[in-house]
C-alpha cells in the first residue's frame, strides 16, 4: 500500500478532529495546519508567478484572455491565503523568492515554446495541486471545516484550469509527455520542499 493510500484511509474524512487519529511520528494539529498553509500560499504564489511568466510572452496571444483569467483566479487563491498566513500566525515559506524567480521562469520558458505548450504546462501543474489539495482535504476535520471547504473551492477552480488546458490543445504539444513528467516533477518538489524550508 502506498503511503498515499495509507494517509488517506486514516485521514479525518470528514468527520472527527484534525489529527486526532495521529500515529507516533505524524504531524500534531498545529503543525499540520501551518504546512497546509505554508504550502498552499507558496503554491499559490507560484501559480501566480507562472500565469505572469506566461502573459509576459502570450498576453497578445489568443490564450492571453484565457490566461488572464486563470491568473485573476489564482490572485483570488493567493489573497486567501495571505490573510490565513496572518490570521494563524503561519510562517512562510523562505523559498518565496526562489518561487518568485522559478514560477516565472516556468511560465514564461513553456509560453516560449508556444501556446499548447503553455497550456500543457498548465495542465501539469493543476493535476499534481488537485492531487494535493484532495489530500489535505482528506486530512481536516470538522474542527477545520472553513479551511477544508477553501480547499475544496480551490480545488475545483484548479480542476477548471486543467480542463482549459486540455480544450486548449495541452495534449497536442510537442514533446507533450516529456514536458508534463518534468512539470510535475519540479511541482511534486516544490510542493516537499515548501512544506518544510
Ligand atoms: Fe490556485
Ligand atoms: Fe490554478
Not at 137 to 159: I, K, M, P, S, Y
Request: one cysteine or more; glycine letters at 10%.
Amino acid at each position: 500500500m502506498s503511503q498515499d493510500q495509507h494517509e488517506g484511509e486514516r485521514g479525518a474524512g470528514r468527520r472527527g478532529r484534525t489529527a486526532a487519529d495521529r500515529l507516533p511520528g505524524d504531524l500534531g494539529r498545529d503543525e499540520l495546519i501551518a504546512r497546509i498553509v505554508r504550502v498552499d500560499h507558496a503554491g499559490e504564489y507560484g501559480a501566480r508567478r507562472i500565469y505572469e511568466g506566461q502573459l509576459a510572452v502570450l498576453a497578445r496571444s489568443p490564450s492571453g484572455p484565457v490566461i488572464a483569467e486563470m491568473h485573476r483566479q489564482e490572485m483570488r487563491h493567493l489573497e486567501a491565503f495571505e490573510d490565513l498566513i496572518g490570521d494563524r500566525r503561519v510562517r512562510p515559506t523562505a523559498l518565496q523568492p526562489l518561487w518568485h524567480v522559478a514560477g516565472f521562469a516556468l511560465g514564461a520558458a513553456t509560453a516560449l515554446l508556444g501556446e499548447r505548450a503553455a497550456m500543457a504546462c498548465t495542465v501539469a501543474v493543476e493535476d499534481v495541486i488537485d492531487q494535493h489539495y484532495a489530500r489535505q482535504v482528506e486530512r481536516l476535520g470538522d474542527d477545520e471545516a472553513e479551511l477544508r471547504d477553501t480547499l475544496d473551492a480551490f480545488r475545483a477552480d484548479e480542476l477548471a484550469h486543467r480542463d482549459t488546458g486540455l480544450a486548449h490543445g495541452a495534449r497536442e504539444a510537442p514533446g507533450y509527455d516529456a514536458l508534463s513528467a518534468a512539470v510535475k516533477t519540479g511541482s511534486r518538489l516544490a510542493i516537499w520542499l515548501s512544506e518544510r524550508v
